[in-house]
């Protein structure tokens, strides 16, 4: 008989339809469904029902789906396919996808045989727990310990499995006497596919508080030297013409020329600057400075067509708002 038609229908049918589904979906993730009780995988794919689908099935299956499937690198997700493996199908984009799948793992006490996810330690300080076999128990594991207010005190943390290790019998036992829950119960991540491109797990390990911190501060850093390049862009127009017009006012005073009195006389602001370029102290560098600031400022504002500016309120005689030809 032909070894093709010695295969299974129901698994041609699965081969078939996993092909289908990758030509379809824009993003395929690989996932890890080990020791995923069957009620949180239903929980799952009900959050995810809209958003992506989740196909689990042989290793072997899948395996023939991503030979079948005609994208681009897409073989490479190959190698992922360990333990249990499963596949998600979306179009949503992996970052995004992934986070979902992150977010809706919870804590587990650790068993006897699981591989560690992470290195997992036992923290220093107090226990609950008085003096008795609990001390022998973990003097076996190399954990010191004293005795302190008649309760049993961990003098130095200690790494009881590397990541990557077995879970032994005895570690467990003392990780659910303390407390600990190293395991996580949710979809495990391995890789993701998107437009010719495999992304592993760790590229989605993003600590969201920090990176959007680091985008904050690269503002800051960008404003600043802005500012301090006389850069004009729309973030920062304000607090240049507000640098401007201190500018102008610390020259004026220093030549004795009243702005303000000036500009409500109804003097073009024009000759206000012919008059502090005409009677500027030669031998008065910081005067030189600032005025060479103003007009990279002036000059900027001008390039960029400003039509018309406001300048802060500090008193109630300024004037609060002027035309930019005037002052150009």
Excluded at 127 to 138: K, Q
Excluded at 174 to 179: D, E, F, M, T, V
């Amino acid at each position: 008989m032909n070894k093709e038609k010695q295969i299974a229908v129901w698994k041609r049918e699965t081969v078939e339809k996993l092909t289908d589904l990758m030509n379809k979906y824009e993003t395929i993730l690989v996932i890890d469904l080990t020791n995923l009780p069957s009620f949180q995988l239903q929980k799952m794919r009900a959050q995810l029902r809209g958003k992506a689908l989740i196909a689990v099935t042989r290793a072997k299956l899948i395996s023939l789906a991503i030979e079948h499937c005609k994208k681009d690198g897409i073989k490479e997700i190959k190698k992922y396919l360990v333990n249990i493996p499963g596949i998600v199908f979306s179009n949503i984009e992996p970052f995004r996808l992934a986070k979902i799948l992150i977010k809706n793992k919870s804590s587990a006490p650790a068993k006897p045989g699981q591989i560690a996810p992470f290195d997992i330690s036992i923290p220093a300080g107090p226990t609950p727990f008085t003096p008795g076999p609990v001390i022998g128990e973990l003097g076996q594991l190399g954990i010191k310990t004293a005795i302190e207010g008649g309760k049993i005190n961990i003098k130095e943390s200690v790494v009881v499995v590397k990541d990557g290790g077995v879970i032994s019998d005895k570690v467990a036992t003392i990780l659910s006497k303390l407390g600990i829950e190293p395991m996580e119960i949710g979809i495990n991540l391995i890789a993701a596919y998107e437009k010719g491109r495999v992304y592993e797990k760790n590229v989605f390990d993003v600590d969201e508080g920090k990176y959007i911190e680091k985008i904050k501060q690269a503002y800051r850093d960008a404003l600043s030297l802005s500012l301090n390049r006389n850069i004009l862009t729309k973030d920062n127009i304000a607090l240049l013409i507000k640098k401007a017009c201190v500018l102008a006012d610390n020259l004026a005073r220093k030549i004795n020329i009243t702005v303000d009195k000036e500009v409500r006389k109804g003097e073009r602001l024009s000759e206000v600057k012919k008059g502090i370029i005409e009677s500027r102290p030669a031998s008065d560098e910081e005067f030189k400075r600032d005025e060479m600031v103003a007009r990279d400022i002036l000059d900027n504002l001008q390039k960029e067509k400003v039509k018309s500016l406001s300048l802060p309120k500090q008193k109630e005689e300024r004037v609060h708002k002027i035309d930019i030809k005037e002052v150009l």
